[in-house]
Antibody, heavy 126, light 110 residues
């Protein structure tokens, strides 16, 4: 049974650093064709991709947030950590982690999220 | 403003067929596979359709996806009250070197 669970502070102050942890079970962070992504959703708004890490240790970040984000993983603990520096009230959102399935064949590149965590709501306020 | 364009709302009565569109460009939908996610009220998103037309195990065949050129659509037939949710499309994007999402469509079952 695949599960992902986000954890972290519910409230952070502007300019502080936000650290979120995604703990996974039912699969390994080393499994080929898999990875973990971070996506957020401000209240009442759309989903926004933040960053992801693959089993190959390849990492990628949203260009608009690249300077503020860092993602790391600890396979022994089955955890992926997202760090966001210098938070602002506009960063208030529900933050989700999800499992990525990604691979290429002769015809296409496949990239989709088949399991999601429940999400954690983070408010940025003084 | 989202990279992929969806209508903000859609509606239908029980039993009806509803379609939700998703429009992009050559750097995303035109070159890559389209995925759809369903988000029930107060819940996390759930994979509904992947690789344009594939349904994960457990997703009813009332849900179907299609793609043509730089646009795609999600069709829901035999609409049920439990289908009331937000629906998001997503695809890989060359310009971003990452995934892009639509703004979401809120489906109301009248």
């Amino acid at each position: 049974q695949v599960t992902l669970k986000e954890s972290g502070p519910a409230l952070v102050k502007p300019t502080e650093t936000l650290t979120l942890t995604c703990t996974v079970s039912g699969f390994s962070l080393s499994d080929i064709r898999m990875g973990v992504t971070w996506i957020r959703q401000p209240p009442g708004k759309a989903l926004e991709w933040l960053a992801h890490t693959f089993s190959t240790d390849e990492k990628s970040y949203s260009p608009s947030l690249k300077n503020r984000l860092s993602v790391s993983k600890d396979a022994s603990k089955s955890q992926v950590v997202l760090t966001m520096t210098n938070v602002d009230p506009v960063d208030t959102a529900t933050y989700y982690c999800a499992r990525i399935i990604h691979f290429s064949d002769s015809s296409a590149y496949y990239h989709y999220y088949d399991y999601w965590g429940q999400g954690t709501l983070v408010a940025v306020s003084s | 403003q989202s990279v992929l364009t969806q209508p903000p709302s859609a509606s239908g009565t029980p039993g009806q067929r509803v379609t939700i569109s998703c429009s992009g460009s050559s750097s995303n939908i035109g070159s890559y596979l389209l995925n759809w996610y369903q988000q029930l009220p107060g819940a996390a998103p759930k994979l509904l359709i992947y690789s344009n037309i594939q349904r994960p195990a457990g997703v009813p065949d009332r849900f179907s996806g299609s793609k043509s050129g730089t646009s795609g659509s999600l069709a829901i037939s035999g609409l049920q009250s439990e289908d009331e949710a937000d629906y998001f499309c997503a695809a890989w994007d060359d310009s971003l070197n990452g995934p892009v999402f639509g703004g979401g469509t809120k489906l109301t079952v009248l």
